[in-house]
């Protein structure tokens, strides 16, 4: 009797579940609305309180400065390619602006002149607080891959132009000998889990006198060293390309108690040869795992060493063969981290090498980073994106329950917004006092 009793309540339990995932699995757009994001981004990280208090630099105040940044802000998250698109095209944004702008629109003149007068330290402070917060709210607990908290640092590339036209703009040549123009940032991201949170970046300086660029090397060493100290302990293991594996910056890496995983591409290293003789013995030879249709052959090793690290280095060789095709792709990584396990070593190169998962993508994608916004205003507007992006990664998957695995992309969320916006004054959200 007992017996039947426990499998009705099984059965029970299943069918429960399924219509409960039914449900969850059923959440549609409508669920998505731009006035809860913007009561999210308010009421839990003051983001409108904080842009209000910017300091204000212009010499002619004719237009509140809250009302050049705010919609800035807004028009970066809802995803605008340009600030033509929005300040300059009065017909088909006329009604989106009048519903998020109390008073005068500003023209894109006024919209330039305030973003660069903008401090970016202050803007930074934004996104620092942000993250903060976010890390407050536990919401890395648990790790983002295998029980870790894995961040990717990496470069991106704010747009180039053959017109100089800032001081802080770096330089390289053609190939035909012609000076570029451009601004690069470095970007440390989360890697893994959703949401995706953008930690911070770097924004590279240029030659000083006779000296080079500022290398990406110093803006990812940069970037850590500053990250550890306004969070502490923010990440477990970093993982970063080819570039970063370099004694100094590794150094780095363990001074502030975390590891680093580093794809390794280039075969003319030392330590690539010496890893590739011993596993072509055999040597460090794994058991076969299997991933989405693919087998995976491991081999991994301790004890090698680079010049000017102390600490030995582990490196790990991976061939993925489909097998459906027969197609082959061999992954190389070099780590400090003795434990963690060859498998979840796999999942990390793989999630931050997935091209539609990261963060780095999106920036460019959808964000669209490497477009000039305003040349006077690289960083600001830059660091206005990041805050976007984190503000907009935890409403969707933190506040909409549901939203992963819906299978709604994320030019449908950003088309939603957009009419959202067309079809509902926000300004009582935006400009409510203490807001
Ligand atoms: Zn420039």
């Known amino acids: ?26 959440i549609n757009e409508k669920k998505l609305e731009l006035k809860k994001l913007l009561i999210y981004a308010k009421s839990v990280y003051h983001i409108l309180k904080k842009i209000k208090e910017l300091t204000d630099k212009r010499a002619r105040k004719t237009i509140p400065f809250f009302n050049l940044i705010m919609p800035v802000f807004l028009f970066l998250l809802l995803q605008y390619e340009s600030f033509h698109t929005v300040f300059s095209a009065p017909e088909s944004m006329r009604k989106r602006l009048r519903h998020c702008i109390r008073g005068r629109i500003p023209k894109v003149d006024d919209v330039r002149d305030g973003l660069s ?6 803007t930074e402070r934004i996104l620092a607080d942000t993250v903060s917060r976010i890390r407050k709210n536990a919401v890395l607990r648990g790790g983002t891959i295998g029980g870790y908290v894995t961040a990717a640092i990496d470069r991106v590339e704010l747009f180039c132009s053959r017109k100089k036209n800032c001081e802080r703009c770096l330089t390289r040549k053609t190939a035909s000998g012609e000076v570029e123009y451009f601004h690069k940032s470095i970007v440390c991201t989360t890697i893994g889990n959703n949401p995706h ?37 923010f990440a477990d293991v970093i993982v970063a390309d080819g570039l970063y594996l370099n004694a100094p910056f590794l150094k780095v890496v363990l001074n502030c108690h975390m590891e680093a995983v580093i ?19 055999g040597e460090g030879r794994k058991e076969p795992f299997y991933r989405e249709g693919k087998k995976i052959d491991c081999w991994d090793l301790d004890g090698f060493e680079i010049e000017g690290l102390e600490k030995e280095l582990r490196v790990a060789r991976y061939c993925e ?15 400090t981290s003795k434990e963690i396990d060859h498998k979840i070593l796999w999942k990390m ?12 993508h999106q920036l460019k994608t959808y964000y669209h980073a490497d477009h000039c916004y305003c040349h006077e205003a690289v960083e600001v507007i830059f ?14 998957y933190r506040r909409i329950h549901g939203f992963e695995g819906s299978g709604i992309t994320r030019k449908s969320v950003t088309r939603i917004f957009r009419d959202d916006l067309q079809a509902g004054d926000v300004r009582r959200i935006l400009y409510l006092e203490g807001g």
Do not use: C
């Open 1 to 26: 009797m007992e017996y039947i009793n426990t499998q009705k309540w099984h059965l029970f339990r299943y069918n429960y579940s399924i219509q409960k995932n039914k449900k969850e699995g059923a």
């Open 117 to 122: 007068l903008t401090d970016p330290e202050e």
């Open 197 to 233: 949170l953008i930690l911070g970046q770097d924004m590279l300086g240029p030659r000083d006198g006779t000296e080079k660029d500022e290398g990406e090397l110093t803006g990812g060493k940069r970037l850590i060293e500053t990250l550890y100290s306004q969070h502490g302990h």
């Open 263 to 281: 794809r390794l591409k280039d075969e003319r290293r030392l330590i690539f040869q010496d890893a590739e003789k011993l596993f072509g013995k």
């Open 321 to 335: 063969k489909n097998e459906k095709t027969g197609e082959e792709k061999w992954v190389w990584l070099v780590t």
């Open 349 to 360: 190169m793989h999630k931050r090498w997935d091209i539609e998962e990261n963060a780095f």
């Open 383 to 396: 660091l206005l994106m990041l805050i976007a992006f984190n503000i907009r990664e935890m409403y969707l």
